[in-house]
Structure formats: C-alpha cells, structure tokens
C-alpha cells in the first residue's frame, strides 16, 4: 500500500461543526488546516457522497488529499500522525466490508476546567469568562451536546466498533453515560471499543463499573505539564489529583491509559519533563496535538533565547517516544515573531488578571521577556 493511505475514510465518520454547520468528515483532524467546503452533514449521504469517493481514491492512487494537511505536516516534520495511528491499530489495507464501524462523538461544552489554549467551543467555563470580557467567540463558539450524531450512531447500533469520544469533558456527559448503559442492557458492551479525550479529572466507583463492562477504554488523558505547570495550564486542575485517577484508571481490567498533551507556547519549554515523567510512570503518549486556533499561542513564537537554552535542555538526551522532540528541534528552527509574543503576552496578562494568577510563579523561564 502506497504511503499516503488511510484507512480512516472507509471506517471512520467524525462528527463537527464548522462555521455554525454540521458536517460529517472521515476524521478529526481532516480539514483542520486550510478551508475547505463541507455540504454533506449527514451519515447516509456522507457513505455515498461524491467527497468521500474523492478523499479515498486520493489517499490510494498517492495523492496528498488537501483535507489531510495536518498529517502531512506532522509526517513532514517526522512526528507520529493520526494517519500513521489509526492504520497501526485498524489495518493498513481497505476492510472487505465498506461498512461505518467507528464513531467520534462530541458531548458538548461542558467541562469543568478552563484550559489556556481552549476555547468556548471546548469549555462552558470559559464561555462564561468570555461572556463577561465581551469577547467574541473564535471558530464555533458553544457547542451543545450532538443529538443528532446520537441518534445516527443509534440506527447502526448492531454495527458499532468504536467509540471516540470529547468534549468538553466526557466523563461529565449525562446523555453519554445514559447511552453506554443502553449498550450493556442490550448486550452490546462486550463488543464495542471506548476512547476518552478526557482531562482525568473525573472519577467514580459507578463509573468505574460502568466502563469495566465494554471489550476495552482507552483515556487519552489531556496534559500539558506536571505539578504547578499543569495546574497554571490548565486551570483549576491539580496534578495530584490527576494522577491519583490515572492510577485509578489503570486499575480498570480492560483499560489502556496514555496522555495526550496540546503543544504550544506555554508548555514547549516544559515538554521534556513531562516526556520524562510519562516514561516514569510507564505512561505512553498517545500522540500530541498542536495549538493552531490561536497564532500567538504557537510554540513557534517563543523568543529565540529560549528556544537557545530548550535546545540545550534536550541536548544529549533519548526519550521513548522521540517525534516531539524532533518537533522542537524543528520549532527552534523557526523564526520567532515579536508581535504574536505581544498578543500572547496581553493575553495571559488578561487571563491572569481574571483568574488573579501569575505567569511568572508557575513557568517562571518567562520572566526575562515579562516587562
């Protein structure tokens, strides 16, 4: 099979919105850089849409599909893609049956953190915050729990392989939870894969039980740092208590933990304490996300002294998983821009002000570029 095919068009269906629609796509990451043109919102129509047909006959002839770029940057600068991941874990040739098996789910906004590099769309906290700052929402805004993907996923419900699902934070999802119920009652659970983009700040012995009757649960657990970082990053988290729910959660008979961080300007100087970390505690890394809603909050923008000193942090050193690194490498390249650090700087002067932080007492490398 050629290098650029996916087997995520043929088994995959993610739902979105994009510019207040509903669209259907063949994964979350597709169309993520660039716009494109959506006009399909449906999953009967997204089977047999002439979208699909072109998205996959692309990714087997060896073409680049535009829709794709975020894979191929990531692939370009040697970093482990979506792409890469899903065809490890499904097959790196098209299934026999074109069938829809697994399912990305949003449960909405709902989250009971207020993340620095999130947005309304991804946390109702920080919807509240943006309403008294008279801020206007970026991208999508609010985005309310998917009823309508709820109930496609339930017309095939004998179908399900998967289900991926983010929020907001998942864990917190009374519809969702209400469903995978409706799974074990029907005898469905056994058979069906869970993934959570959850930031591990949720657990019960209720919900422990719930989860341990599925075939298995993956939690990619959001993380951007460790100790006092992590709880500035993504506030009002702490880091004990994450990791004493991980623990939990590896605890679960059918469960597979990893951690998943966001890469941005706020935690790329960090970054290779949390690798270290990761690989401590036996924990793998899912695969990492990049800040691209904001421009001022991309790792590139940080100044170049520091990004001197990262490269000498990681001097000399290996991790098990080494595709950041190589990414940091790459962003120490780049030029940096002095007027994004501006906007990221105002920003977090702005944040911190509302949240009556400082910067400075939990990523304190930032002080000599802090006036």
């Known amino acids: 099979m050629n290098d650029t095919f996916c087997i995520a068009p043929w088994i995959y269906a993610d739902f979105e919105k994009r510019d207040s629609k509903r669209i259907v796509r063949p994964c979350c990451s597709y169309g993520v850089l660039g716009k494109l043109s959506y ?15 072109k998205i996959k006959t692309n990714l087997l002839t060896g073409v680049r599909d535009p829709g794709c770029n975020l894979c191929w940057r990531d ?57 008294s700052m008279d801020l206007e929402y970026a991208l999508t805004g609010r985005e309310e729990f998917d009823w309508i993907g709820l109930a496609e996923i339930k017309q095939r419900i004998d ?19 209400e469903f995978l119920r409706e799974l074990v009652d029907m005898g469905r659970a056994p058979d069906i894969d869970l993934i959570f983009d959850t930031n591990g700040t949720v657990y019960t012995p209720r919900l422990a039980e719930l ?48 951690f998943m961080p966001t890469f941005g300007i706020l935690n790329v100087f960090t ?30 923008v940080l100044p170049m002294e520091l990004k001197e000193q990262l490269l000498e942090k990681i001097h000399g050193r290996t991790w098990n998983y080494m595709g950041p690194i190589e990414a940091i490498k790459s962003i120490c390249a780049t030029p940096s821009d002095a007027d994004l650090f501006q906007q990221f700087k105002d920003y977090i002067s702005i944040r911190d002000m509302q949240r009556k ?10 002080e000599p570029y802090w006036s």
């Open 159 to 177: 179908d399900i392989k998967l289900l991926d699902m983010l929020g907001g934070e998942p864990l917190l999802s009374k519809p969702l939870l």
């Open 39 to 53: 006009d399909v919102n449906n999953l009967d129509d997204w089977e047999v849409s002439e979208k699909l047909g």
């Open 271 to 300: 970054f290779p304490d949390l690798l270290t970390w990761g690989e401590q505690r036996g924990l793998p890394m899912a695969m990492f996300n990049y800040v691209h809603t904001h421009g001022y909050q991309d790792p590139v």
């Open 211 to 258: 989860l341990s009757e599925f075939k298995s649960v993956n939690f990619k657990i959001s993380m951007e740092a460790v100790g006092a970082a992590n709880d500035y990053i993504r506030y009002p988290s702490k880091f004990t208590k994450i990791v004493k729910n991980i623990d939990l959660y590896k605890q679960l008979p059918n469960s597979y933990v990893q």
């Open 357 to 366: 932080q400082n910067i400075l007492e939990s990523l304190p490398y930032f």
């Open 75 to 131: 692939e370009d600068l040697k970093n482990p893609s979506r792409r890469e991941k899903y065809n490890d874990l499904w097959g790196h040739t098209p299934p026999h049956e074109n069938k829809l098996t697994h399912f990305r789910l949003r449960t909405g906004n709902h989250c009971n953190l207020k993340c620095l590099m999130c947005q309304p769309r991804d946390s109702d906290k920080i919807a509240k915050e943006w309403d």
